[in-house]
């Protein structure tokens, strides 16, 4: 069983800015940014042909996910795509904490599916990895990648999801012309030879490479 391959933009446009206190001008980077402000940069970005949206449920712990799926209620669902992440050091200790984050997301984003789902943070690969796996073919999450993992993390959990049919199709890293441990630890290279997308991060904008 395997996925259709993904489409994505070369940018995503990060919205970890928008999940701050909730008090305006109490935002990360000194923002100031209020729904009506977030909907004329949506408009903007939705007329310049920007689609692809990126959050994180750790994102104001919940307000980044609410806040971007009431600016996107404007569009149809068929127009954008969301990208948002599970968070292992925030999971519960039911037997389906993945699920759980992911319904909580879906929620927060008024949706009904994510196309782009990611595991945050490496914690333990054998043990979450595999929990992506019934979300993939509950058709409740399109595609699946892993960020802040170093390469052999990447290489594991990319070996998990192909005994399933599957595979990690992204890649989010930290990474810029002064912050080049992707680069240097040959995590760029393996994308390449794989086919993955590479997502560079930083100050709420994401760069894809293939």
């Not at 999940?19 to 980077?29: C, L, P, R």
């Not at 490496?122 to 399109?142: C, E, F, M, Q, Y």
């Not at 959990?157 to 005994?163: H, N, P, S, T, Y």
């Not at 399933?164 to 995590?187: C, D, K, P, T």
């Amino acid at each position: 069983m395997t996925s259709e391959k993904m489409k994505s933009p070369t940018i995503a446009l990060g919205t970890w800015a928008w999940g701050d206190s909730g008090e305006t001008g109490d935002g990360y980077f000194g923002s100031s940014l209020t729904q009506a402000g977030l909907e004329e940069v949506a408009d903007k970005a939705h007329a310049a042909g920007f689609t692809l949206w990126d959050t994180a449920i750790v994102y104001g712990m919940g307000r980044s996910e609410t806040m971007l799926g009431e600016v996107l209620k404007r569009y149809a669902r068929s127009d954008y795509q969301l990208s948002t992440k599970f968070n292992p050091r925030i999971a519960g200790t039911s037997d389906t904490p993945m699920a759980n984050m992911l319904e909580q997301s879906l929620a927060n984003l008024g949706t009904d599916y994510i196309d782009l789902y990611w595991i945050h943070n490496p914690a333990d690969v054998p043990r979450w990895t595999p929990h992506l796996i019934p979300l993939l073919k509950s058709g409740k999450v399109r595609h699946v990648g892993v960020s802040n993992h170093n390469l052999s993390e990447i290489k594991l959990a990319d070996q998990i999801l192909g005994e399933a049919g599957f595979r990690v199709e992204a890649v989010q890293n930290h990474y810029s012309l002064l912050y080049r441990s992707s680069e240097h630890a040959g995590i760029l290279d393996y994308c390449r030879s794989q086919g993955i997308r590479f997502f560079a991060y930083g100050r709420g904008v994401c760069s894809a490479r293939s």
